[in-house]
């Protein structure tokens, strides 16, 4: 099943095409994108199963470390082709659209 790229999916997607080296968890990814965990952990389990993202727990010691460990998500090779092409697209729809809005002459502007 195909992915289905909403502005959520778009908004965690973007994240992690901004440095696609880093891993990123969960409440990192909550805090740069102000989903809630209701919103964010079903768009990680989506990307997940479809095979755009790789999940791994951390190795710690939770006792040693204070805190449990955390589940790192990395774009796979395939994710990461997959969400260039995806945003690529995105932006393409969007571009039109600008140029209007900016285009002298139309909607009222100089001509």
Do not use: C, H
């Not at 880093?22 to 919103?39: C, D, I, Q, V």
């Not at 951390?58 to 995806?86: S, V």
Request: aromatic share 10%.
């Amino acid at each position: 099943m195909a992915v289905r790229v909403t502005v959520a999916v778009a908004a965690v997607l973007q994240i992690f095409l901004d440095d696609v080296a880093e891993p990123r968890y969960g409440y990192e990814l909550m805090r740069a994108t102000g989903f809630a965990s209701g919103k964010l952990y079903p768009i990680l389990a989506r990307l997940e199963n479809d095979g755009w993202l790789d999940a791994q727990f951390e190795q710690i010691d939770a006792a040693q470390a204070g805190r449990p460990p955390r589940r790192w998500y990395r774009l796979t090779d395939d994710g990461l082709i997959a969400a260039r092409y995806e945003m690529a697209v995105l932006r393409r729809q969007l571009a039109p659209a600008a140029r209007r809005r900016t285009r002298p002459g139309l909607a009222g502007g100089p001509a």
